[in-house]
């Protein structure tokens, strides 16, 4: 093996915790986001993919793994009790329990027939999103958010921690 007397980079482990405040400024930037009043430093108005918004909300509300959300098909909703089974997350098929603030937006969100994904991705219609593919990429869209909000070094799964952590701080 040509690699057996390098020695290994060893990692440390990351785990960064959104305080109250923090939390604060990205529902604040999220909601501009949505109403389209998102600038940056110069004034420049600053388009956010409303696809992402819904994202980024769903994690924060409910702690599921990015790929979870991104790949959240309406049929894996289960309403009446407030969950979706996904067939296909990372640890294997399971339960994501849906809060009621996540519940209201996924039913605000207005679904073409031909919807598949909750997070619509693809090109995007006159109304929205097609919904027949789900949404791939969130990185330009959490760096722009992410700036604005003045949380530099935050990670979307940083967003998943502060979820844990504050169910765990509850009890």
Same mark, same amino acid.
């Given at each position: 093996?040509?690699?057996?007397?390098?020695?290994?980079?060893?990692?440390? @482990?990351?785990?960064?915790?959104?305080?109250?405040?923090?939390?604060?400024?990205?529902?604040?930037?999220?909601?501009?986001?949505?109403?389209? %009043?998102?600038? !940056?430093?110069?004034?420049?108005?600053?388009?956010?993919?409303?696809? &992402?918004?819904? &994202?980024?909300?769903?994690?924060?509300?409910?702690?599921?793994?990015?790929?979870?959300?991104?790949?959240? @098909?309406?049929?894996?909703?289960?309403?009446?009790?407030?969950?979706?089974?996904? %067939?296909?997350?990372?640890?294997?098929?399971? =339960?994501? =329990?849906?809060?009621?603030?996540?519940?209201?937006?996924?039913?605000?969100?207005?679904?073409?027939?031909?919807?598949? =994904?909750?997070?619509?991705?693809?090109?995007?219609? &006159?109304?929205?999103?097609?919904?027949?593919?789900?949404?791939?990429?969130? @990185? !330009?869209?959490?760096?722009?958010?992410?700036?604005?909000? !003045?949380?530099?070094?935050?990670?979307?799964?940083?967003?998943?921690?502060?979820?844990?952590?504050?169910? &765990?701080?509850?009890?």
């Amino acid at each position: 093996n040509p690699c057996r007397h390098v020695k290994k980079f060893k990692e440390k @482990k990351r785990e960064r915790f959104l305080s109250p405040a923090e939390l604060g400024r990205l529902g604040d930037v999220l909601a501009k986001a949505e109403r389209f %009043e998102l600038k !940056d430093k110069d004034g420049k108005r600053l388009w956010v993919n409303p696809a &992402a918004i819904t &994202a980024i909300r769903l994690i924060v509300l409910t702690g599921a793994r990015r790929g979870e959300i991104l790949n959240l @098909k309406w049929s894996e909703i289960e309403w009446d009790r407030s969950r979706a089974l996904l %067939e296909d997350s990372k640890t294997g098929q399971r =339960y994501l =329990y849906l809060p009621a603030p996540a519940l209201k937006l996924l039913s605000d969100l207005k679904p073409t027939p031909n919807a598949v =994904y909750a997070v619509p991705g693809g090109r995007a219609n &006159a109304r929205g999103q097609t919904g027949e593919t789900p949404l791939t990429n969130l @990185k !330009d869209p959490w760096k722009t958010i992410t700036t604005a909000a !003045d949380l530099g070094g935050v990670r979307i799964h940083d967003l998943r921690h502060s979820f844990a952590s504050v169910g &765990a701080s509850s009890g």
